[in-house]
């Protein structure tokens, strides 16, 4: 068998053909958005973007509104309302509560005043006055009225029924503040119910324009000096009728020992 030349070349199977390989380019990315940052998480957003790319929340929320002064949470000055909206019902509700408070500031005048007069009395220093006339509708023999207002306590006004009056007239008018009244035939516990008593008085008091005021009096059935507080303006005449006898049998009559009227000083 003849041997192989150096100079033969070798015998090589032939190769398989290959698919070619793609070839990968770098993309170029999108340039980072130079919006504001999300306020929720932080994210970068495109300026013309309302809500988060991300997280959807709103990238430009509306600012919470400054709040109230204090006079305007007072009802119906607290609420909140758009230019033009409802500040004419607003207005109207706002003169309704105006002309309420001076409605209700002349209903209550009279009950203001009087609170006043009264503490004013309470403060005040109470002096005596005296009557320029004394007249009754009606007297026993030897006890007239008038001594009721002559300063003694056993000396008395005697009337013979309930029902009678005696009247009080001023020279000018005056605060009339107290009453003190001794009641029965003396202030002396023995002379006391030697004759009958009135124990409830109808006081009538007739002011400077002619008007007329009542208040009904209860008294205690014993001697001695018994206050009443009055409290009326521009007195200038005192009615007093006896009503609701005690002690008051045949041969007797009613008694009235002293009557003291008392202005505020």
């Known amino acids: 068998m003849p041997e192989a030349s150096a100079a033969d070349p070798v015998p090589v199977r032939p190769a398989k053909p290959m698919t070619a390989r793609p070839v990968v ?11 504001a940052p999300c306020p929720v998480c932080g994210t970068p957003n495109p300026p013309d973007r309302r809500f988060c790319r991300r997280c959807g929340a709103t990238l430009d929320p509306a600012e919470k509104p400054a709040p109230l002064p204090w006079w305007r949470t007072v009802w119906p000055l607290r609420r909140r309302v758009r230019a033009g909206s409802g ?3 607003r207005l109207l ?3 309704a509560v105006l002309v309420a408070l001076v409605a209700g500031g002349f ?3 009279p009950a203001g005043r009087a609170l006043f007069e009264d503490t004013r009395d309470k403060l005040g220093e109470a002096k005596p006055v005296t009557p320029v006339d004394t007249g009754a509708s009606a007297e026993v023999p030897r006890h007239p009225a008038a001594n009721t207002t002559d300063g003694l306590s056993n000396s008395y006004w005697g009337a013979p029924a309930p029902g009678a009056s005696v009247t009080y007239t001023f020279r000018t008018p005056f605060r009339l503040v107290d009453l003190i009244v001794t ?3 003396s202030a002396d516990p023995e002379d006391y119910a030697r004759q009958g008593r009135a124990l409830q008085l109808d006081l009538e008091v007739t002011t400077a324009d002619g008007e007329k005021r009542r208040k009904e009096i209860t008294l205690s059935d014993k001697p001695g000096p018994q206050t009443v507080p009055t409290g009326f303006s521009d007195v200038t005449s005192v009615r007093l009728v006896l009503r609701s006898p005690a002690g008051l049998t045949p041969g007797r009559h009613l008694a009235l020992a002293e009557v003291e009227f ?3 000083g």
């Open 25 to 35: 380019r770098p993309v170029e990315g999108p340039d980072e958005p130079a919006g």
């Open 87 to 89: 500040s004419g019902v």
């Open 93 to 95: 509700v706002i003169l």
């Open 107 to 109: 209903l209550l005048l």
């Open 183 to 185: 009641n029965g035939a």
């Open 262 to 264: 008392f202005q505020r």
